[in-house]
């Protein structure tokens, strides 16, 4: 135990979650001498290294005691509701349910959640211990926010159990929103349509319409172009 003062550099262990096709995989690729975890095996056009035939989770824990693995500086979760689902498979499996429905009072669902709190140990020792950055890759759900204080809303979320999104928004030091960013051209009746894309607007801090966090000094939106300079200048902010 110590008192210190000031900022302390560390790892960055984030989420980038967003549409399908919105460029996360794309994004990560640029992180610092990556590997991806292709749980869903969607990284096959993009020239990355990667882990690929995840069968299960079981064979997902087992990517972890690879050798190889260590000579990376970034691991990349891709992505982490598909991991999910092959949480939920092998919750069913231990205990004889074919769904993780099937469970009575949500105890299939606190039984993933405890998966996901042992493995989120496991990639902080990483972080700590082994200096990796970490990045989850989501996709996203709307989602309706019940608000105790004002009427409730729809907003972009993780495509996540909430107790598990809940719990590992809490760990993370930032949950980043991407979309893509687009010119507008204005048509006769007033209406504005998408002409031309431009790039991608990442969102760094919560909204009415979008879940997001960080503990970096960010800008609360982020515009990014597509070229690698424009990438690699994104994770020189994750200071």
Same mark, same amino acid.
């Given at each position: 135990m110590e008192i210190n003062q000031g900022k302390i550099d560390t790892p960055f262990f984030i989420i980038l979650y967003?549409?399908?096709?919105?460029? %996360?995989?794309?994004?990560?690729?640029?992180?610092?001498?990556?590997?991806?975890?292709?749980?869903?095996?969607?990284?096959? %056009?993009?020239?990355?290294?990667? +882990?690929?035939?995840?069968?299960?989770?079981?064979?997902?824990?087992?990517?972890?005691?690879?050798?190889? /693995?260590?000579?990376?500086?970034?691991?990349? /979760?891709?992505?982490?509701?598909?991991?999910?689902?092959?949480?939920?498979?092998?919750?069913?499996?231990?205990?004889?349910?074919?769904? +993780?429905?099937?469970f009575d009072y949500g105890k299939g669902f606190e039984q993933a959640q405890k998966k996901w709190v042992t493995l989120l140990k496991s990639f902080k020792s990483l972080l700590e211990n082994h200096n990796k950055n970490i990045i989850f890759i989501a996709h996203e759900q709307i989602k309706r926010f019940d608000n105790p204080l004002a009427e409730s809303f729809d907003r972009y979320s993780l495509?996540?159990?909430?107790?598990?999104?809940?719990?590992?928004?809490?760990?993370?030091?930032?949950?980043?929103?991407?979309?893509?960013?687009?010119?507008?051209?204005?048509?006769?009746?007033?209406?504005?349509?998408?002409r031309e894309e431009m790039g991608r607007k990442i969102y760094t801090q919560e909204t009415a319409s979008i879940l997001a966090k960080s503990r970096y000094s960010l800008n609360t939106v982020i515009t990014i172009g597509n070229s690698k300079d424009d990438y690699l200048k994104f994770y020189s902010l994750l200071k």
């Amino acid at each position: 135990m110590e008192i210190n003062q000031g900022k302390i550099d560390t790892p960055f262990f984030i989420i980038l979650y967003g549409a399908a096709g919105v460029g %996360k995989s794309t994004l990560a690729s640029f992180a610092p001498n990556p590997i991806f975890l292709d749980v869903e095996n969607g990284t096959k %056009k993009l020239n990355v290294n990667r +882990i690929s035939g995840i069968k299960d989770f079981d064979e997902f824990l087992d990517c972890f005691k690879l050798n190889e /693995i260590k000579q990376y500086d970034t691991i990349v /979760i891709d992505s982490i509701d598909f991991l999910e689902q092959m949480i939920f498979e092998h919750v069913c499996n231990q205990h004889g349910k074919k769904t +993780i429905t099937d469970f009575d009072y949500g105890k299939g669902f606190e039984q993933a959640q405890k998966k996901w709190v042992t493995l989120l140990k496991s990639f902080k020792s990483l972080l700590e211990n082994h200096n990796k950055n970490i990045i989850f890759i989501a996709h996203e759900q709307i989602k309706r926010f019940d608000n105790p204080l004002a009427e409730s809303f729809d907003r972009y979320s993780l495509r996540l159990n909430q107790k598990s999104c809940s719990y590992i928004v809490a760990q993370v030091d930032a949950v980043l929103f991407v979309s893509k960013s687009f010119t507008f051209k204005e048509l006769e009746d007033k209406r504005k349509i998408p002409r031309e894309e431009m790039g991608r607007k990442i969102y760094t801090q919560e909204t009415a319409s979008i879940l997001a966090k960080s503990r970096y000094s960010l800008n609360t939106v982020i515009t990014i172009g597509n070229s690698k300079d424009d990438y690699l200048k994104f994770y020189s902010l994750l200071k």
